[in-house]
């Protein structure tokens, strides 16, 4: 017999012994017995069942076993259970008429939205799980994810279905609109993990989105996270060091330095907010009580950072009322819905928030975050969409000089016909270059030539200056992080949008025209541009009058 038979013999003989043996050989269960045995108190109590209630169906099988006066309490009943389909069982003998109930959908769980969304515990490896992201203009897509699905897995995953550029600026942004809190998952979460922690009905989703600062903290300028007076005492302790070397040294052994500085803190459950000293040690977050204060018996436990996640709080002041729009939260785990339990903090400025931000994700994840940032390098490095073959490229060396004015062509082989061959050709790419780039007559100008820039994925078309600001701080407020977008109060200009030091600047792109040729500039017609992309691919390799050149652009994609 074959693995699979014996497999299924084994089931059916298991399946067949289970209840209680029957007189006659036969089998029946124990939960047929206590039905029996209740039935048979009934009949004795004189109790009967209402007329209509199971009358057809006892007349119709008065011939299959005992009459039902004749039951005793100590009497077996004999049960052929295939003589008749298992869907025609017999009802159980009630006193009470069957009540039909009025609300179905809220006794089974299959089709009670509400039942159904109850957590059932952690995520079970192999099981699939529905997982809804949105993206920055409203749109949605689900997805079907197994139990260990990390962020860096499902932006991948939306990278390859959406066809934007592959890049590990690409996050998947946690967001509780309820209570204006936003957070960016590490690539090692488990999306799963962080949905199921979720309160039931509030308004939290996922955002697909770009997030330039992610891995600023491993870059060149590192040590701008970290300003020299919110880690003096690390100075104090390492005098030898340089403030980029001490940083650097932290970065690389996967731990945080001490941060320390003034916070703005709220009492709890009140909406007074008070000044104080904060510390970040390597056993916790403290605040003193006197001042500025390291003393240990002034420092007051503030939080698990290990037991909690840090989110940035998008509009504070209109629901929180914090001093400055610079507020942080720290929200443990076991608060899974309203704001009590909340610590909710407040900043002076972007920079202050921005280095404990950073400093809060080292301390929690150390070593994790650089594995992070490695892998995604590497993935870089070799993108999924390559094979394992690697693609062989054309070399210079390869090329030969050939000579085609003649009705065959010869290969050129004196050195000086080379070059001066060399010279013609590139004289010639340079003449239809200066042709595509021509400045066209305002009479020539056609609808597609001066609206090309609409296609470009850095043009926003027109939003407000402040959209455009939240926009940036949204995606990161890294150096060169930029977009194009229409100007409000001139008609006919644009705006390029540039963060630099944490700032957004915005330079106005005005249109001129000059013996009938139009052209764009930004610096009163000294550097002339045909059109907005070639303004834009100028200052990605030049600075131009701008403080920094153009490096990341804002994007978004539709889902």
């Known amino acids: 017999m074959s693995g699979r038979g014996r497999a299924l013999a084994q089931v059916d003989k298991t399946g067949g012994k289970t209840g209680m043996p029957g007189p006659a050989g036969g089998w029946r269960d124990a939960a047929g017995a206590a039905d029996d045995a209740m039935d048979g108190g009934a009949q004795q109590s004189g109790l009967r069942e209402p007329p209509g209630v199971g009358g057809t169906e006892q007349e119709g099988d008065a011939g299959e076993g005992p009459p039902a006066t004749d039951l005793r309490r100590s009497q077996p009943l004999f049960i052929q259970g295939s003589s008749r389909p298992p869907v025609e069982e017999e009802p159980r003998a009630s006193s009470l008429p069957c009540i039909p109930n009025p609300f179905p959908e809220l006794c089974s769980p299959s089709n009670s939205p509400i039942l159904s969304s109850l957590p059932q515990g952690p995520p079970r490896e192999g099981t699939c799980h529905l997982v809804k992201v949105f993206s920055e203009d409203g749109s949605c897509r689900s997805l079907e994810v197994s139990a260990g699905t990390t962020a860096r897995q499902l932006c991948e995953m939306l990278v390859q279905r959406t066809h934007a550029l592959h890049d590990h600026s690409w996050a998947l942004v946690e967001l509780h609109q309820h209570l204006a809190l936003e957070r960016c998952l590490e690539d090692h979460e488990s999306v799963v993990e962080v949905q199921s922690a979720w309160p039931l009905g509030a308004d939290s989703r996922f955002v697909f989105r770009k997030n330039f600062a992610k891995y600023e903290l491993f870059k060149s300028n590192a040590q701008s996270l970290f300003p020299e007076v919110m880690v003096s005492s690390c100075l104090e302790a390492n005098k030898s060091m340089a403030h980029s070397e001490l940083i650097q040294n932290f970065?690389?052994?996967?731990?945080?330095?001490?941060?320390?500085?003034?916070?703005?803190?709220?009492?709890?459950?009140?909406?007074?907010?008070?000044?104080?000293?904060?510390?970040?040690?390597?056993?916790?977050?403290?605040?003193?009580?006197?001042?500025?204060?390291?003393?240990?018996?002034?420092?007051?436990?503030?939080?698990?950072?290990?037991?909690?996640?840090?989110?940035?709080?998008?509009?504070?002041?209109?629901?929180?009322?914090?001093?400055?729009?610079?507020?942080?939260?720290?929200?443990?785990?076991?608060?899974?819905?309203?704001?009590?339990?909340?610590?909710?903090?407040?900043?002076?400025?972007?920079?202050?928030?921005?280095?404990?931000?950073?400093?809060?994700?080292?301390?929690?994840?150390?070593?994790?975050?650089?594995?992070?940032?490695?892998?995604?390098?590497?993935?870089?490095?070799?993108?999924?969409?390559?094979?394992?073959?690697?693609?062989?490229?054309?070399?210079?060396?390869?090329?030969?000089?050939?000579?085609?004015?003649?009705?065959?062509?010869?290969?050129?082989?004196?050195?000086?016909?080379?070059?001066?061959?060399?010279?013609?050709?590139?004289?010639?790419?340079?003449?239809?270059?200066?042709?595509?780039?021509?400045?066209?007559?305002?009479?020539?100008?056609?609808?597609?030539?001066?609206?090309?820039?609409?296609?470009?994925?850095?043009?926003?078309?027109?939003?407000?200056?402040?959209?455009?600001?939240?926009?940036?701080?949204?995606?990161?407020?890294?150096?060169?992080?930029?977009?194009?977008?229409?100007?409000?109060?001139?008609?006919?200009?644009?705006?390029?949008?540039?963060?630099?030091?944490?700032?957004?600047?915005?330079?106005?792109i005005l249109p001129s025209e000059e013996e009938g040729r139009l052209y764009f500039t930004m610096d009163d017609g000294q550097t002339r541009f045909a059109d907005l992309i070639q303004l834009v691919e100028f200052h990605q390799i030049n600075r131009g009058i701008l403080p920094c050149k153009l490096r990341h652009y804002c994007t978004c994609v539709a889902l």
């Open 251 to 508: 970065l690389n052994s996967g731990s945080c330095p001490e941060v320390q500085g003034f916070l703005q803190l709220r009492e709890a459950g009140r909406k007074v907010w008070k000044r104080f000293y904060f510390s970040l040690r390597r056993s916790g977050l403290y605040y003193s009580t006197k001042g500025t204060s390291k003393d240990p018996r002034h420092l007051q436990y503030f939080a698990d950072l290990t037991e909690s996640n840090i989110y940035y709080v998008t509009q504070g002041k209109k629901h929180y009322g914090t001093p400055t729009e610079f507020g942080f939260c720290i929200k443990p785990y076991k608060v899974r819905s309203g704001t009590k339990g909340l610590k909710l903090l407040c900043s002076e400025d972007e920079q202050s928030r921005t280095c404990w931000m950073a400093a809060f994700r080292l301390f929690k994840y150390g070593m994790q975050l650089y594995r992070n940032y490695q892998q995604a390098q590497a993935r870089l490095s070799q993108p999924p969409w390559i094979g394992p073959t690697a693609l062989r490229s054309v070399s210079d060396n390869a090329l030969v000089a050939m000579d085609f004015s003649g009705c065959t062509g010869r290969v050129i082989e004196n050195p000086s016909e080379v070059l001066t061959a060399a010279l013609e050709e590139a004289q010639a790419w340079r003449k239809k270059t200066t042709h595509r780039y021509s400045l066209p007559a305002a009479c020539q100008t056609s609808p597609l030539s001066a609206a090309i820039h609409r296609t470009q994925p850095w043009f926003h078309g027109r939003i407000s200056r402040e959209d455009t600001q939240q926009l940036i701080g949204r995606q990161g407020l890294v150096d060169g992080v930029f977009l194009v977008r229409e100007s409000q109060r001139n008609p006919k200009g644009f705006v390029l949008s540039l963060c630099h030091l944490q700032k957004v600047k915005h330079y106005l």
